[in-house]
């Protein structure tokens, strides 16, 4: 790759401005020169005038583009890739709109996705995903490597988000086949700059952020980037507060023009006092009343989540030559979470509901991963190949400590109903016990794929990719309780066709593999008759038609799949009121997805997208009632558009506002209740101008300005009215 140049390189004078373009063409990017006026004579020895300026190359997905980036820089096995060129449905959320919409938590990302269903607030531990009406669970990464839990997550050192829609078996190995979420980390760049944003979020909780960005050398070889973050107030919902603190720092070391080194370190901590509550029925002849006032607090004030997370990792890029090139990484992440939680469990359909609470058994989880990858170039004929070959696999451990000595205690005397919340003062026993190693988990995978072109217009991409999960159980004193050991083989092929260079016509057949699912201890407050019990692992196909054109600034995807997957759910027990989890049948779901990015008339932006699912359950011999039904807390349907549009008027004014769409839910399996479809709406303004030559962003965001109260899923309430006010100076 290109060695990258400082600013501080560039000169007045033609020949060394041709010595430097000769050395580095990426300059071309950065640099504007008007042509040279003609020698006048032959004898003059002067050299032609050349004017010189120099500017910040713009990002890929800023505002001036409407947000539309055309790379992913992350797609899985295959690394970097022009979307145009990968047969996927990708979505991708930039760091300006990251910034604009003030996002400081995954919900204010996800809520604007226009391929994502929010089903789990962050206010209730962490940001729970559905993609193609499959919940994403742990299926999360940074900068490609897997993240198995992320019970907070900070979006403040985060350059994008990167949205892959669907099975990824190939790219990732094993995990759900809904898709992959992979935040990627801002990196350095070889020109210096600060920003300073201070701010109001989700109510009076006060923050301030810095992203420095600090080239080392004038050669370009070192730069680093570091983000620091600190939060702290209530939020807009009573009895609930936040504090956080973030500090992430990268360095970038190009060591030759084809070598590269990174590396990246953070550590975060974060604590929210007054969690939102999980909600359920005691039994299916309880039916789901209308959502709770959003204005008051349904939880417990003394529920709180705290974690402390810490992050390191390193990654190689070395184009040995043109044919060869070597990629390398390694990472670990530690998160350690105590959590006291309220669970509401309605007992009549008129809103009477009983309380759990407990000092809540979560674990501790340490993940190890690394990834060597070789990509080979060569020519057959015509027919072009990048042949990728090599391992990535993770190690997760997970450390448990016992819960309350009392478990869940229930409460339900005081008269719990919507009428209006009841707080009682009787916490939960705090836990006891030390922490223990509760599993250790294995995954590797070994992958080959070749990557061809058939001439500019025909593409395919095919590969192989074997994966193992070995997982070791341990009870409290070390033994070892259980072992899963499983392996497979699952393929992907794929077929592009260009008719025109801004349009991509593909077809994709995948297959996944996912460990199976294992039985928790209780499920709605009620006992699991299989407790901890392991199911084999799960399997999936995809099938998947697309269309990706860029026309004009917009970029538009569509995209008509269907996933095949193993179901595996809790079968309540009438007789004995309890439940046993049970893997048994197929969810199919199929569908249609529709996206837009970028700027569709001067001025105006628009971020938008539709999905429309048809999602069954099929072939269930252990349950035929389950058979033809929708799974639960799945929208079918939903569609999204956030726009922005620039006035004329005023310079540097911009109004922003969204719409947002989700379609009803089942609450259950046998889809005997269901809640109410909701739309919400965000509105806001943005303003950007200079103060003594200082560059200055002022935002202001209402979102959910109807204050609408709603159910999010059948287990979470949706968030009331909340105003964010920020100020961003860049020097």
Do not use: C
């Not at 919507?418 to 009787?426: E, H, V």
């Amino acid at each position: 790759m290109p060695k990258p140049l400082s600013r501080n390189r560039l000169h007045p004078v033609a020949l060394a401005i041709s010595a430097v373009v000769i050395a580095s063409p990426s300059l071309a990017q950065e640099v504007g020169k008007t042509p040279a006026p003609a020698a006048a004579d032959a004898s003059d020895n002067s050299l032609p005038a050349v004017r010189v300026q120099a500017s910040r190359a713009k990002p890929e997905g800023d505002a001036e583009r409407g947000y539309r980036a055309s790379t992913a820089s992350q797609v899985g096995a295959l690394g970097a890739k022009a979307l145009q060129d990968t047969p996927f449905s990708i979505n991708i959320i930039s760091r300006e709109l990251i910034e604009n919409v003030q996002a400081s938590k995954p919900d204010d990302v996800i809520k604007i996705n226009p391929v994502l269903q929010l089903n789990n607030p962050q206010s209730r531990f962490f940001s729970g995903v559905t993609m193609r009406g499959f919940s994403v669970g742990s299926n999360k990464r940074i900068d490609g490597h897997p993240n198995a839990n992320m019970v907070s997550v900070d979006m403040e050192d985060k350059e994008r988000v990167e949205v892959l829609t669907g099975l990824s078996g190939f790219l990732y190995g094993p995990g759900n086949v809904g898709g992959t979420l992979n935040y990627v980390l801002k990196r350095p760049s070889t020109e210096r700059f600060s920003r300073v944003t201070v701010g109001v979020t989700e109510g009076s909780s006060a923050y301030v952020h810095g992203d420095f960005n600090l080239p080392i050398d004038e050669q370009g070889r070192f730069a680093t980037r570091l983000n620091v973050v600190a939060q702290d107030g209530d939020t807009a919902t009573d009895h609930q507060s936040i504090s956080r603190q973030l500090v992430s720092g990268a360095l970038d070391w190009n060591v030759t023009q084809r070598l590269k080194v990174q590396f990246d370190a953070s550590y975060s901590h974060y604590r929210m006092d007054g969690t939102n509550p999980y909600w359920s029925v005691a039994n299916s002849t309880v039916k789901y009343p209308g959502a709770p006032d959003a204005d008051s607090y349904w939880g417990q004030p003394f529920t709180q989540t705290e974690t402390n997370q810490a992050h390191v990792a390193a990654r190689l890029q070395w184009e040995i030559s043109d044919d060869l090139g070597i990629r390398a990484g390694v990472a670990r992440r530690k998160s350690d979470s105590a959590l006291v939680a309220a669970n509401n469990i309605f007992s009549s359909s008129s809103g009477a509901y009983a309380v759990q609470t407990s000092d809540w058994e979560y674990p501790d989880i340490t993940n190890q991963a690394m990834y060597a990858l070789a990509d080979i170039r060569f020519n057959t004929g015509a027919v072009r190949h990048k042949v990728t070959a090599g391992f990535f696999g993770d190690v997760d451990e997970r450390t448990n400590y016992r819960s309350s000595p009392g478990g869940w205690a229930s409460n339900t005397t005081g008269g719990f109903n919507l009428s209006a919340p009841i707080y009682f003062t009787t916490e939960p026993l705090p836990a006891t016990g030390a922490k223990y190693v509760a599993n250790r988990t294995h995954n590797s995978n070994l992958v080959v794929g070749n990557d061809i072109e058939f001439g500019d217009r025909w593409g395919a991409l095919v590969g192989l990719t074997q994966s193992t999960i070995y997982d070791k159980a341990f009870g409290a004193t070390g033994a070892t309780t259980s072992v899963y050991d499983k392996t497979r083989v699952t393929p992907s092929v794929s077929l592009l066709f260009k008719p025109m260079p801004n349009v991509t016509l593909y077809g994709s057949y995948i297959e996944g593999m996912e460990k199976g699912g294992t039985a928790a201890k209780t499920n709605n407050g009620k006992e699991v008759t299989n407790a901890e019990a392991i199911m084999p692992p799960l399997e999936s196909q995809q099938l998947e038609l697309g269309v990706k054109g860029t026309v004009g600034g917009v970029l538009m995807t569509a995209a008509l799949f269907q996933i095949d997957k193993g179901l595996q759910y809790y079968q309540y027990n009438a007789g004995t009121d309890n439940y046993t989890y049970v893997q048994s049948g197929r969810q199919v779901h199929q569908g249609l997805e529709l996206t837009s990015t970028g700027r569709v008339l001067p001025g105006l932006t628009v971020v938008g997208g539709v999905t429309i699912m048809d999602a069954k359950v099929t072939r269930n011999r252990a349950n035929t009632a389950l058979e033809g039904k929708t799974p639960a807390n799945v929208a079918e349907n939903f569609a999204k558009v956030y726009a922005e549009y620039d006035l004329p008027a005023v310079a540097g004014l911009t109004l922003t506002g969204g719409l947002y769409y989700t379609g009803k839910q089942a609450v259950d399996p046998l889809n005997t209740d269901e809640i109410s479809d909701f739309t919400t709406a965000d509105i806001g303004v943005r303003y950007k101008t200079r103060v003594n030559n200082v560059p200055l962003t002022l935002r202001l965001n209402i979102n959910n300005v109807t204050n609408k109260s709603y159910w999010l899923t059948a287990n979470s309430t949706g968030a009331s009215r909340t105003v964010a006010f920020s100020g961003q100076f860049e020097f």
